[in-house]
């Protein structure tokens, strides 16, 4: 098993550009989240999915979009890319509801939007 | 105030020490988490608890839900232990909406 795999490991953007992150998890599980962690900081809930086909916010979904099509991806959708949106993403997946059972950890994504 | 809080921040001690990282958590929660995150950027789980003790290894995690306090306890540490430390605890009635974080402690182990 691959686990969590997150593409691509670093990226750069220009103000305004556009992007997608992709989460792909090969464990079969219904959950499915997006984080970002800032310097100093805790991770942050951006978006999670409980299922293919449903998705809700988390607690800083603003400048991002997510679908979930399919159990295995859950991409993440940067639109009008800010200097604020500088972070490192993480996605997670766990066999249900989060929290309650171990979170599994994709690589992670290093963002720089200049 | 951040519902989940640890220390300390930053803590730097020689190999063989034992070391302790705390965390203080304010809501009431069905299960706390203790993650590893490694320079490198990746986070592993280490432990979930949601009462009394576990073990792994050199690793021995205990929580106090009456004292909403946890800690993780190292012993024999080594500079491959040296790695962030993450606490984060499900929220009681909490939905499928996961952790929340602490902001983690930095440790380091000295040869």
């Known amino acids: 098993n691959a686990g969590v795999t997150q593409t691509p490991k670093f990226r750069i953007l220009k103000i305004g550009q556009s992007m997608t992150l992709q989460c792909t998890q090969d464990m079969n599980h219904n959950y499915m989240y997006w984080y970002r962690q800032d310097p100093g900081m805790g991770l942050k809930l951006i978006y999670y999915s409980v299922g293919a086909g449903i998705t809700d916010k988390g607690e800083v979904p603003n400048g991002y979009n997510v679908s979930r099509s399919t159990t295995e991806d859950f991409p993440l959708r940067l639109e009008l890319a800010a200097p604020s949106q500088t972070s490192v993403y993480f996605c997670?997946?766990?066999?249900?509801?989060?929290?309650?059972?171990?979170?599994?950890f994709g690589p992670g994504t290093r963002l720089t939007v200049t | 105030k951040n519902e989940v809080e640890q220390s300390p921040q930053n803590l730097t001690a020689q190999e063989g020490e034992f070391i302790t990282i705390n965390c203080s958590y304010s809501?009431?929660?069905?299960?706390l988490h203790w993650l590893q995150q490694h320079p490198g950027g990746g986070i592993v789980s280490l432990f979930m608890l949601s009462s009394g003790k576990k073990k792994h290894g050199r690793l021995i995690a205990t929580i106090n839900i009456q004292e909403k306090h946890s800690s993780l306890h190292i012993t024999a540490s080594h500079p491959r232990d040296s790695a962030v430390y993450i606490c984060a605890v499900r929220v009681s009635g909490g939905g499928a909406d996961g952790l929340t974080f602490g902001k983690g402690t930095h440790l380091i182990i000295q040869p």
């Open positions: 809501v009431g929660i069905s299960a």
């Open positions: 997670a997946s766990s066999y249900s509801a989060g929290g309650a059972y171990e979170q599994y």
